[in-house]
């Protein structure tokens, strides 16, 4: 293994670290006396790669202000960027979490038009074309280019500034996105047993991204955490949703789930997974959220 690469091999373990303190700051209170969650200057000397601007985070936060339901009701995206940019410029770690989650809604092209929908049955046409027409509502103004590019940097950015979940969610998708080294699976399953403790919403939506299906079977490593199946993906949007993540009738994941793929017809989000999935694996994802509601907020283990 080169120099260079050990060396973000063994950044990406301080990135672990760093959360570790910031979920204890969440358990125990502030530092005290001018104390920094920050990683030492001997942690990241050497470093060459992205993970040096990785390492330094504040503690990180569940995002808690009324940010997340004006994003979450909003008919029309585009009039919100401009503050939120400058709240990000600002230093605004759900600012800055928000614009990634915006961006990342409006990648894709909603046009109603352009939908052939003679293959789907009838009852899910209707819902299909709602949704579609409801999120090209949402995102009418934001060019899909940019927000191809911009989604991956303001979740880096957030990261950086402090927002959990965003933290959760760069620890897994920027390995694949920057070609950073893959955490070991004693370090995965440390980021989500901290992701636990948070009981932040939004970081188990990261990581029913992150950890559904896995052709090769290295998710297995990671039991008794569900990762690797649909069903376990779905447990873990399902505990999102019970820990507050908007998911009825005219919530934005819900919309997300018809528009870019089939899950058309149903009025919560729960309902638009037993779409996809047979009963056994529906009751399956159950049983898993439970499980997994079961086991959060509790202080998480010491390294």
Known sequence: MSIGRRAAVGLAAVVVLVLVLAVQWHWQGAPQGGQSLHATGQETQGAGSIWQQQVARPSG??????????????????????????RSLAGDAEASYLLSRIYNECIWSF????????????????????????????????????????????????ADQGAFAAQVEDVFEGTRAYGEPKLSPADQKRVIELALSAQDPYAYLALSRALGYSGD????????????????????????????LPCGADSPLLH??????????????????????????????????AWLLRNSGRRPPQP
């Open 111 to 158: 046009d109603p038009q352009m939908l052939d929908l003679s293959a789907m049955p009838a009852g899910q046409r209707a819902a299909k074309y709602r949704s579609t027409a409801w999120m090209g509502q949402r995102c009418e103004g934001i060019d899909g280019n940019e927000a191809a590019l911009a989604w991956g940097r303001y979740r880096r950015v957030a």
């Open 217 to 244: 079977g290295s998710m297995a490593a990671l039991s008794p955490y569900p990762a690797g199946t649909q069903a376990d993906s779905a447990a873990w949007m399902l505990a999102a949703c019970d820990r507050g």
């Open 61 to 86: 936060q569940p995002l808690e202000t009324d940010l997340q339901a004006r994003y979450a009701s909003a008919k029309w995206l585009s009039p919100m960027i401009d503050g939120l940019k400058q």
């Open 256 to 289: 997300q789930l018809c528009a870019t793929g089939s899950m058309c017809g149903a009025g919560s989000v729960a309902e638009a997974l037993g779409l996809s999935m047979s009963s056994d694996e529906l009751d399956q994802a159950r049983a898993r959220a």
